[in-house]
């Protein structure tokens, strides 16, 4: 399964952001690329309306809280 098919059915079923930050974290374990997974998120973003939009809620707080967190990551803050 893709990244984005298995994170998008996390979000939602309810998982909250340590459940997803983990399944980013066992993709980037195989090899993909932090600045790739945000790549993925950024376009689940998009897709859910997100960027169009100020209205937040549980997805939004989620998907946001794990992409901040790959965001620094890739950037090599910790």
């Given at each position: ?15 909250d ?10 993709y ?51």
């Amino acid at each position: 399964m893709l990244l984005k098919d298995e994170f998008l059915k996390a979000l939602r079923s309810g998982q909250d952001h340590k459940a997803l930050l983990d399944l980013v974290h066992r993709y980037q374990a195989q090899g993909m690329a932090a600045r790739d997974s945000y790549s993925v998120l950024q376009e689940i973003w998009q897709e859910l309306g997100f960027a169009d939009t100020e209205e937040g809620g549980p997805l939004r707080d989620e998907l946001e809280f794990v992409m901040e967190r790959v965001w620094f990551q890739g950037s090599g803050a910790r």
